[in-house]
């Protein structure tokens, strides 16, 4: 099995699979000691052809592989796609587009929600895949036989899940569907990494305003740090000094090096003297200017039983449609839907609407009902007369 490792057998392997509707696409990565993924193997397949790329040989452009991904002529194709992604715009500044996620595809073909690679290759192909060496270090050379052939398995079975789900989305009148669902994973939003949001990957273990200010001063740092320097947030400082940080506040090196989370002889480092700025920082903003605590949605009286009679109709959409459930809705959506009939969520907008939005609004008003008939439950049309005693 041929491993690509020169420019020029990229750029010809590229050229070759830019002829086709279709590339189905994979990487191998690893990212337990860095902040940015390690990309390490690079796995291609077009209709009759199919290419593993060494990432990490020396003298590699990954120039031609970064043209195919913008090729606008050709669909890229992934299983669980946010990942791959996340590493190609990294390295190569731009998202794959066209898109089709089987994943996400799969969702709304009725295959449960988010299966795996090998559950969905063994259900469309009966195939079964060696997933043993999904764990290994996809960093050492040279790869194992085992390791391109598992690569290499990625890809080509995923020719047959594409082609499957295609046909199926196209008979069922779905495709749209999953070109809604390729908003989020195309936007370029999902993979900036903005140092001034980090904080709301924290828990919000603080109570006053000043303390979040603390917070969001440190996090920001920290994310900053781990991505000059490649590491890992918890490797610069981790998330429990940060929540003892934004507590105690300390302005000197003596107070930093008492707290518990901070290790000893930490204070003397530079990362010590960048941290009290941070505090500081946060300390000498004025009160009037302080962020403000974010605050817990309050939930009208009566709407934790709407949100559970939802949660049935929703089970019973997705049963009855063949749709994954969090497709159609997530439990905020429910939420928000109801506490207000004109929600703005994705429940309530283009074929979510149609399919579950319209009866989940006629559920909260009474004019359809649930009822347990023949061992199961069902959504029966109710009287205006009956929606009217209901309402009351």
């Not at 969702?107 to 997933?131: E, H, N, P, W």
């Not at 290499?152 to 199926?168: C, G, I, P």
Request: hydrophobic letters at 45%.
């Amino acid at each position: 099995m041929e491993v690509i490792t020169k420019t020029e057998d990229l750029a010809a392997a590229c050229q070759r699979l830019a002829t086709n509707d279709y590339v189905t696409v994979d990487t191998e990565f690893l990212r337990e000691t860095t902040f940015w993924p390690k990309l390490c193997v690079i796995q291609m397949a077009g209709t009759d052809m199919a290419f593993i790329v060494d990432a990490l040989a020396e003298g590699l452009d990954l120039d031609p592989f970064f043209d195919l991904m913008r090729d606008d002529s050709v669909t890229k194709v992934f299983h669980a796609a946010r990942q791959d992604i996340e590493i190609i715009y990294h390295l190569g500044g731009l998202i794959p587009a066209p898109l089709f996620d089987t994943q996400v595809a799969a969702m709304v073909c009725g295959f449960g929600d988010s299966i795996s690679y090998d559950q969905l290759v063994y259900k469309v192909t009966g195939a079964r895949i060696d997933k043993s060496s999904r764990f290994t270090d996809w960093a050492r050379r040279p790869l194992t036989t085992k390791q391109l052939d598992y690569a290499l398995a990625d890809v080509t079975h995923l020719r047959d899940a594409y082609q499957f789900l295609r046909a199926n989305l196209a008979e069922q009148n779905r495709t749209h569907w999953v070109q809604d669902e390729m908003t989020v994973l195309t936007s370029v939003a999902t993979y900036r990494t903005d140092p001034d949001q980090a904080w709301k990957r924290l828990k919000l273990r603080v109570r006053k305003p000043v303390e979040l200010a603390v917070m969001m001063e440190v996090a920001a740092w920290r994310e900053t740090e781990a991505q000059n320097r490649d590491v890992p947030r918890s490797r610069v400082i981790k998330d429990d000094a940060i929540y003892e940080l934004a507590a105690q506040q300390p302005v000197t090196s003596e107070a930093l090096g008492r707290l518990r989370t901070i290790p000893r002889g930490f204070e003397r480092s530079r990362n010590a003297d960048e941290i009290l700025k941070a505090v500081r920082r946060a300390l000498e903003i004025p009160k009037s200017e302080l962020p403000k605590l974010p605050k817990g949605r309050q939930a009208p009286d009566g709407s934790a039983a709407a949100v559970d009679l939802l949660k049935v109709l929703l089970k019973l959409v997705s049963e009855a449609h063949g749709v994954a459930a969090k497709v159609i809705a997530t439990v905020d959506d429910l939420e928000k839907i109801a506490a207000d009939d004109n929600a703005d969520v994705a429940a309530m907008k283009g074929w979510r609407r149609e399919l579950f939005g319209e009866t989940a609004l006629k559920l909260k008003r009474g004019e359809v009902a649930l009822a347990f008939q023949n061992r199961q439950i069902t959504v029966l049309e109710q009287t205006p007369q009956q929606a009217t005693q209901a309402a009351e």
